[in-house]
């Protein structure tokens, strides 16, 4: 028999998601990699997806979307990328359904493992980085990223926050972090000690943001909060500036007046990697993994897990990747 991790309905993530049985899967066939799981991470866009989920649907669906494991077979005449053969590491991501035991993927995005790489940091080997990497490529269209305009994001001390600020370093874009207390400030700057770390605990952190700007304009804001901190972001962003959502942690909306965009001209933009997944072209997307293997290879140290679960602990591993403060990534290993 095969486990696997589904909802019937939305709400709770530890209250609503259920562990199934069913049979093994079948020999794969032609376009398809049959993968034995060996770990999966809790991404908070998992969570975020079975809490908006209907609640009175009653059709199953299958939890996560990115997943490590050991090819098993390869169906007929299947192209794969290379390194992928029976036996082999891979990644496979994207893949509704990936909390499973068994993994029956599209070959298309089965990702072959770097030898250097452990599993721990293979199972979040892509959604993170390439999160980062497409986040990068989003604040450097503003012409001033790069040049002397500053970077602001907050979550800083989130998996995605550590790899892009890591990303930032290397290529030289000056950024400033934000997070919420002066513990998790502290922290960071532990890390990267020449990054300006700004605590939204202060009652006057905007104006440590522009302290720490140093005259220089705040062109780009990237946020995956939204609500009362996001409406603070555009007030602080420079004229012709742009703020980037990239999730929905709040639960009040981003209310503004529209002479706050109008008479400073900013743009609101919103990237998903739900998004990239279909808005992508396959070329650009093949570039994006390359890179986020890149990443898993050289920032080792930014991939922190910050415990691992087995499936019997379910409830308990989706309450801990939810949890304020938590660094790293919760893990799951369905075995």
Known sequence: MSRRVVYTRGGPPADVLTVIEEPEPAAPQTGQVLVRTTAFPVHPGDLQAVEAYPRNSGQPAPAGIEATGVVEAIG???P????????ARVTVF???GAWSQWIMAAARVVVAVPAKVPDEIAAQMLVNP??????RREAEAHASIGYDGVLLQTAAGSSVGRLLTAVCLAHSISIVDVVRSERGAAELRKRFPDVPVVATEHAG?????RSAADGRPVSVALDPIGGKLAESLLDLLTP????????QMAAEPISLPASTLLHKSLTLR???IGRWMSDTSAERQASDVAAAKLIAMTLKDQFDVAATYGLGDLAEAVEHAARPGKVGTVLIRPW
């Open 76 to 78: 007929p005449d299947t």
């Open 80 to 87: 794969v990328a290379p390194g992928v053969e029976p036996g």
């Open 94 to 96: 994207p893949h509704p």
């Open 130 to 135: 390439i999160t980062a990497v497409m986040l």
């Open 205 to 209: 952190w905007a104006d440590d943001v």
């Open 240 to 247: 012709g500036g742009k703020l980037i959502c990239y999730g």
């Open 270 to 272: 919103g990237k998903t």
